[in-house]
């Protein structure tokens, strides 16, 4: 097989069913329907300039097409040093995730700490997350309180948007007993250093101790459309992978907020495996019996409480 023939056949896996490949061609290259059919039947060959604009249209990786299985082609999210950024970085994965909208998908998240999802839309806990983040990323000397900090609109716009596509794919999510950690350990952190008041302080553990009540109620209630699953022994690592009938994607952190993004069929599959292998390891918060999920968000809800209580007593004691 030919390396023309082996790139097309690569476009051809990412196409739908439905769609010409002689069509996607001529779209891409903006080039005759004559002329694409002369380079699908390689009775013409691509250009150089031709082959690098398929490739990162469909995001393929041309080591990987042309011999080497080993090199993968990544995107990367948008690099955070500036409120600007922040509304851009929202604004570029709800990109990266507007086509799995309405579409059956699934995701699987790895989540190291409370997904994204949850920590974005209407609540103070939101508020603060976007804060936190500012401030961590951009590096500033001087921070400024919490209470002083405003959201745009514009990012208010992305952030509900990211959350109401989350809300429409069927969800599989792993947790451990540290999920929580660095939520909490930030509000305490904050507050410990002047810039957070107690009573947002305490506002801010009730928000976390409200996502776990919904989410023990979904599980209670064995939502179809939710799965929380508990593994004692996984270090997790915040990887995401969604996927439907005919696309997938991988995002990979390397930052606190930054992702490599790829869909390269291989790679994704892999990853597709390694999260049900998980899952198989996993206890399934859904199905166990009322006391397997009680212990779990009891343990969780008891590290809030321990915090809520390092804060009331902050104040209080004798130096």
Known sequence: MTNQELLLRAIKKLLPKETSLIDAIATVLDISYDASHRRVSSKSKFSIEEVVSLCNHYQIAMDTVFGNKTNVLFNKTKEVESL???????KD??????????????????AKDIPLFYTIGGTLLSKFKLYVWLNLLVGKENISAFESFHLTQQLQE??????????????HEI??????????????????????????????????????IKLEEKCSKNKPN???????????????????????????????????????LNTTKNASTY????????K??????????????NKANQKVDYYINRVNNHFSIDF
């Open 284 to 297: 399934s918060l859904n199905l166990s019996g009322t006391r397997d999920r009680k212990l779990f968000f």
């Open 226 to 264: 939710y799965h929380l699953y508990f593994n004692e022994l996984l270090i997790l690592n915040n990887n995401v992978l969604i996927s439907n009938a005919k696309k997938s994607k991988l995002f990979i952190p390397y930052t606190m907020l930054g992702y490599f993004i790829t869909n390269d």
């Open 84 to 90: 600007e950024d922040l509304i851009l970085y929202f």
């Open 158 to 171: 992305y952030t509900s948007e990211l959350q109401s596509i989350y809300n429409d794919l069927s969800i």
């Open 93 to 110: 994965s709800f990109e990266n995730l507007k086509e799995f909208k309405n579409s059956d998908a699934t995701i699987y998240y790895s």
């Open 275 to 282: 999260f049900l292998d998980q899952l198989k390891n996993s």
């Open 175 to 212: 947790w451990n007993d540290t999920t929580i950690n660095s939520t909490i350990q930030q509000i305490f952190y904050f507050f410990e250093s002047g810039l957070l008041t107690i009573e947002n302080a305490i506002y801010l553990y009730q928000d976390v101790k409200n996502i776990l």
